[in-house]
């Protein structure tokens, strides 16, 4: 585990973004830099990169402000739930137990490739378009992270006035993160 939090952008008093651990994952030897995600509610820091991409805002501290709005009552982005998956004998299952792991797009060589159409056989891939269809994706991307194909899936389905925002990672532990973003 390491702390690369020292130097980074201070969050002040920010109610609902906080600071997370860090940790250098060896995957298939290579290594993998990647933070704990919160499990509700709350958001880390490396969580907003993702947000900020997907969501197609301009820069973080906007982001920031509309995350922070949540303390006034207003629902504007939140945090539904962050589970491990678990392989079981139906499929998959949220594991609460273990922090989710996401691989920070900051430390590490990220590439994402959107996603047309899907493989059979792919993991949380699989998972994600069996529940909702990759045509029902307003768009969706795989992400390699240095060098590990499909490393992550993330999409965002319209569900009318606010969109659902998916993160999974389709490398052991999997996961899945799931955001409502209200317009």
């Known amino acids: 585990m390491i702390d690369l939090s020292e130097g980074e952008r201070r969050t002040g008093e920010l109610e609902y973004v906080r600071k997370v651990k860090y940790h250098v994952e060896d995957i298939n030897g290579v290594e993998v830099t990647s933070f704990e995600v919160p499990y509700i509610r709350y958001f880390a820091e490396d969580e907003l990169v993702y947000l900020e991409a997907l969501l197609d805002f301009k820069n973080t501290d906007d982001l920031v402000k509309r995350i922070d709005e949540n303390k006034l009552g207003r629902k504007t982005i939140e945090k539904v739930f962050a589970y491990r998956l678990k392989q079981a004998g139906s499929g998959f299952e949220p594991w609460p137990i273990e922090p989710v792991l996401l691989p920070s797009l900051v430390h590490n060589d990220a590439q994402p490739n959107p996603v047309y159409e899907f493989n059979a056989g792919s993991g949380a891939v699989e998972l994600a378009s069996l529940t ?34 998916y993160i999974l990672r389709n490398i052991e532990p999997m996961a899945i993160i799931k955001y409502n973003v209200y317009v």
């Open 132 to 165: 909702y269809g990759l045509n029902r994706f307003l768009f969706s991307y795989t992400v390699s992270i240095n060098g590990i194909e499909d490393f992550l899936f993330m999409g965002v389905l319209n569900k009318g006035f606010y969109k659902e925002v």
